[in-house]
């Protein structure tokens, strides 16, 4: 499958010398891959909100198992479209790296606080680290161009591929004006907006992990009983959070379907191993369910290949409305609950404080990366997009010390 990518989308910005005769043999997208793999943004992962604190509970999620989870959904489904693997499965442990401390929420803040420097977007922070803020490969001035990965596997990774003037209502946009030079390379063969295969893979499999996975944790955390769902409930937040304008009989019809699974649960959650067993096959069944339907459909739409701009991933009316269900009930149930909302009113607080205090303080208050950044930025504007570059590189642990250090009162 690798002869159906050409020169241009196994270019690096940065064009790199062979290697060692001695070393192992590997493909350009599997050294992208292992780039990504030891890359340090990635070991933050697991220390980053998923849905719940890393730190909450031994079994949720946290964004490292996550995204490992969503590597292997797309890369399964890449394999079976008969795309390069390694490609969608980069893009997959790169989808979250950009994400700041305390998940969703902490993404708002910044974007809020950010307004006057272009704002903040996970998506476009994980461009950002790719191609400047994680350190590999410099150019021939010096300056950092990230993991220098290839065009393909780049352009895999960008889940919303234009600028901040082009978002929506929901306010997605995949690069910073400042990193747009690298951007236009990197989209140098794209048709508009639209996003290659490989990510659109990338962007279906998040969706069918966060989708099933958040409910299992929501489910062993005793949270969500599936056996007695307040669909009235489930689907006011369906409609809040992602589908304004769903019936509800529409969404009755998708319950309707994913209940004719033949795992879905006939008794509550007990904790017992031979109902975490049973509620492992669901999980494994429902992710089953959604890529085949997808799978089918794409090869129904289109011979392919399934490869970058030359066919589409076909997502049923079906899959999508019954992992918006899923969604709904992971968000009535768990991101709604009183006790959430009140410790994200703290966490806001003290990200708000944190990007003040470093922005007054400056670079004797940021790490050196940052701290030559700060320096090297023109005006207050790029400082500010320096201090937001520092926050949202840490943990959640690690930006509560550095609140806590800095005199933060959240």
């Known amino acids: 499958m690798d002869d159906l990518y050409d020169a241009a989308a196994r270019e690096r910005l940065v064009e ?217 409930a489930v689907w006011q937040a369906v409609r809040d959070w992602y589908l304004p304008d769903a019936a509800d009989d529409v969404l009755d019809a998708a319950l309707a379907g994913l209940r004719s699974v033949g795992s879905w649960p006939t008794a509550p959650y007990d904790g017992s191993r031979r109902s975490l067993a049973a509620l492992k096959n669901l999980t494994s069944d429902v992710i089953g369910r959604f890529c085949g339907a997808v799978q089918h459909a794409t090869f129904a739409a289109s011979e392919g290949p399934f490869v970058r701009y030359r066919a589409d991933l076909v997502v049923p009316d079906e899959t999508r409305l019954e992992i918006a269900v899923l969604k709904g009930v992971a968000a009535h149930y768990v991101m709604q609950a009183d006790d959430r909302v009140a410790l994200m009113e703290r966490q806001r607080d003290l990200l708000r404080e944190l990007v003040a205090e470093l922005a007054r303080r400056g670079p004797d208050a940021l790490d050196r ?24 590189s840490l943990t959640d642990a690690s930006a509560i010390d550095r609140h806590a250090l800095l005199g933060g009162r959240a």
């Open 16 to 232: 790199e010398p062979p290697k060692r005769v001695d070393a192992p043999e590997r493909t350009p997208f599997e050294r992208d891959r292992a780039r990504l793999v030891h890359a340090a943004s990635s070991r933050r992962l697991a220390a980053k909100t998923q849905v719940v604190g890393p730190q909450s509970d031994d079994f949720v999620r946290n964004r490292l198992t996550h995204s490992l989870e969503v590597a292997q959904v797309a890369r399964d489904l890449s394999r079976a479209l008969g795309s390069q693997p390694d490609i969608a499965e980069t893009a997959a442990l790169a989808h979250d790296l950009g994400h700041p401390p305390f998940g969703h929420n902490g993404e708002r803040v910044l974007a809020e606080v950010g307004e006057s420097c272009g704002g903040f977007e996970g998506n476009a922070q994980t461009l950002r680290l790719l191609t400047r803020l994680e350190a590999k490969t410099v150019d021939a001035s010096g300056a950092s161009v990230g993991l220098n990965l290839t065009r393909a596997t780049l352009d895999a990774c960008t889940k919303y591929p234009w600028r901040v003037a082009e978002a929506g209502a929901d306010g997605k946009f995949g690069v910073y004006e400042d990193d747009r030079p690298v951007f236009d390379w990197m989209r140098r063969a794209a048709d508009g907006t639209r996003q290659c295969v490989e990510a659109q893979v990338m962007d279906l499999a998040d969706d069918v992990a966060y989708s099933v996975h958040d409910v299992e944790d929501g489910v062993v955390a005793g949270r969500i009983d599936l056996t007695a769902l307040d669909t009235a």
């Open 369 to 392: 990366p940052f701290a030559d950044d700060w320096h090297a930025a023109p005006d207050d504007t790029a400082r500010l997009r320096v201090v937001l570059d520092q926050v949202a």
